[in-house]
């Protein structure tokens, strides 16, 4: 029978069963509670999720040196290249900001969740409960978040405190406080796009004559307006050619044309200036990428059209 409610389920159970029966559409079949538990491993910032098990920093040390220091350091250092999970504490608004677990996760509950969903790296779900208990206690005694006689369990995990959660908090740019609209809405087809100066960073600070406030979001005259772009005659008729002749190559780069948007395809290029890239189009050229023919191989388009494109 083919019910509502059932269908978070059903379509999960395709997803884990991948299995063929009999049903409305002739796929799926229900998931068993264990098919549940194996997805359902998530650990909430209050603890909820965690296992019944225990594991204390002691017994934590061993495994760590045995199953993570190849990567991460008998520290928590890092070697060579792998991730540092360790130190860093007070990088963060500095120009070389260092984000381990001590130093920039808001909750422990995310280190006992990717230690044991992720970790060790080339054994992910290796771990026993018991084990990434230990485990994710010694690495909160490497960032000296707990001492050295801490037992993690449920209860004592749960109540870890992150140094860093207080600098977490929910969005309050104004923009994410609109009132979302649910009924007699603007009608999109009247929406015109058009772009703005800034986009979400701030970057007023970085540019001393931009105009552009230093508090983008502060209470003041909005600095940041929104301009229509509108092309030139010149830009206008350069498309049209451009449409019809050229982006048969340099939409989708075809045998070796520069990619329009592609700005790495095009930033030495424009270094040349606009003249010799005229010309080069105008009169073809070989180059480094292939051959592009004289006019993009359309010879009724006069030099003008070509340039303007
Ligand atoms: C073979 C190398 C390797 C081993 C062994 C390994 N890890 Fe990792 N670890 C990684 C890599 C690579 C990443 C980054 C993965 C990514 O970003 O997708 C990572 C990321 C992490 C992170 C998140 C770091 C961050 O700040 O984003 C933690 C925590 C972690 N590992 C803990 C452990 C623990 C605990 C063990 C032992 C049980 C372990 N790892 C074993 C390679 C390893
Ligand atoms: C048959 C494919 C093709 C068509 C059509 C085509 N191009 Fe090209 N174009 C190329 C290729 C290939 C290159 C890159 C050659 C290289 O540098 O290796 C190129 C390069 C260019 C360059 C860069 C020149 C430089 O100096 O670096 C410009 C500008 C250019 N094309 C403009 C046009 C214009 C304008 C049109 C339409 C009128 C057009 N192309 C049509 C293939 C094409």
């Given at each position: 029978m083919f019910k509502?409610?059932?269908?978070?389920?059903?379509?999960?159970?395709?997803?884990?069963?991948?299995?063929?029966?009999?049903?409305?559409?002739?796929?799926?079949?229900?998931?068993?509670?264990?098919?549940?538990?194996?997805?359902d491993i998530d650990i909430r910032p209050d603890g909820m999720g965690l296992p019944p098990g225990r594991g204390s920093v002691a017994e934590g040390e061993p495994l760590y040196?045995?199953?993570?220091?190849?990567?991460?350091?008998?520290?928590?250092?890092?070697?060579?290249?792998?991730?540092?999970?360790?130190?860093?504490?007070?990088?963060?608004?500095?120009?070389?900001p260092e984000k381990t677990v001590g130093s920039y996760w808001p909750?422990?509950?995310?280190?006992?969740?990717?230690?044991?969903?992720?970790?060790?790296?080339?054994a992910p779900?290796?771990?026993?409960?018991?084990?990434?208990?230990?485990?994710?206690?010694?690495?909160?005694?490497?960032?000296?978040?707990?001492?050295?006689?801490?037992v993690a369990d449920r209860e004592s995990f749960?109540?870890?405190?992150?140094?860093?959660?207080?600098?977490?908090?929910?969005?309050?740019?104004?923009?994410?406080?609109?009132?979302?609209?649910?009924e007699n809405c603007a009608d999109p087809a009247n929406f015109t796009i058009v772009t703005t100066i800034n986009g979400v960073t701030p970057t007023g600070h970085f540019k001393e004559d931009s105009g552009?406030?230093?508090?983008?979001?502060?209470?003041?005259?909005?600095?940041?307006?929104?301009?229509?772009?509108?092309?030139?005659?010149?830009?206008?008729?350069?498309?049209?050619?451009?449409?019809?002749?050229?982006?048969?190559?340099h939409g989708m780069g075809v045998a070796g044309a520069p990619k329009v948007g592609d700005a790495s395809a095009w930033v030495d290029r424009i270094q040349t200036g606009m003249a010799s890239m005229s010309s080069n189009a105008i009169n073809g050229y070989q180059g480094p990428n292939g051959v592009m023919p004289a006019k993009g191989g359309n010879m009724s388009l006069s030099d003008?059209?070509?340039?303007?494109?």
């Open positions: 509502l409610p059932n269908l978070a389920v059903a379509a999960a159970a395709i997803v884990l069963a991948g299995a063929v029966q009999a049903g409305p559409l002739g796929i799926g079949s229900t998931a068993t509670p264990e098919m549940i538990a194996g997805w040196e045995a199953k993570c220091a190849s990567c991460h350091g008998l520290f928590g250092e890092g070697e060579g290249r792998w991730p540092i999970l360790a130190g860093g504490e007070g990088t963060l608004d500095t120009l070389h909750y422990a509950s995310t280190l006992w969740d990717y230690i044991h969903r992720a970790m060790p790296y080339p779900q290796s771990l026993t409960d018991d084990e990434t208990y230990a485990i994710s206690a010694y690495v909160l005694y490497l960032n000296d978040i707990v001492d050295d006689d801490f749960a109540a870890v405190k992150m140094p860093n959660e207080p600098n977490f908090y929910i969005d309050n740019r104004p923009d994410v406080q609109n009132t979302r609209c649910m552009v406030a230093a508090n983008h979001y502060g209470d003041s005259e909005p600095a940041v307006k929104a301009v229509e772009v509108a092309m030139s005659d010149a830009a206008t008729a350069g498309k049209s050619v451009y449409d019809k002749a050229c982006q048969a190559c003008e059209e070509v340039s303007m494109a």
